[in-house]
């Protein structure tokens, strides 16, 4: 990955998380899961992840109330983090957005927003929002604009693969 994607990427993982210690995922023994392999599972923050083709987990944090978990699949990270249910969608965004540099906005709606880099090399960044109970979880993509059209099938298959309750 070049340089202008790895900064990126430090700069998304530093704004939504902070350094904390790694939290192993655990298993449930529900019934509903009980079939299904699981690529990550964390009990505190109610988050499932099924096992999705060439995906890894590269690394997990909990810092207080605050979980980050970045996965990684060719040229595309994943960073599923959450927060308590404090700020709204918008203030959350703003701030992903400002933390980001300098960027050009693709798409936004009230849960989602797609952004690219302005950098020689750009990259393309999805940012997906959902609350439920006590936590807001955020569900981050960013892959090179050159590989989003290959990357953007894998980011729907691991989306689909997300279970929070």
């Known amino acids: 990955m070049k340089k202008s994607a790895l900064l990126l990427l430090l700069l998304v993982l530093i704004l939504l998380a902070g350094c904390g210690g790694t939290k192993e995922a655990k298993g449930t023994g529900s019934a509903e899961t009980a079939d299904l392999k699981m690529l990550y599972e964390n009990e505190e923050f109610n988050v499932k992840i099924k096992e999705t083709n060439g995906w890894k987990l590269a690394k997990a944090n909990v810092n207080g109330s605050k979980l980050n978990a970045k996965f990684e699949k060719d040229t595309i990270n994943a960073i599923i983090s959450s927060l308590t249910t404090e700020k709204s969608f918008k203030k959350i965004k ?63 298959k691991l989306r689909q693969n997300i279970l929070v309750n």
């Open 94 to 156: 703003n701030e992903l957005i400002t933390g980001a540099g300098e960027v050009e906005i693709l798409e936004e709606k009230e849960n989602y927003i797609s952004f690219e880099s302005t950098m020689k090399t750009k990259i393309r960044t999805d940012i997906y929002l959902e609350k439920q109970d006590e936590y807001t979880y955020i569900f981050t993509f960013v892959t090179p604009v050159a590989h989003y059209e290959k990357a953007n099938n894998e980011i729907n």
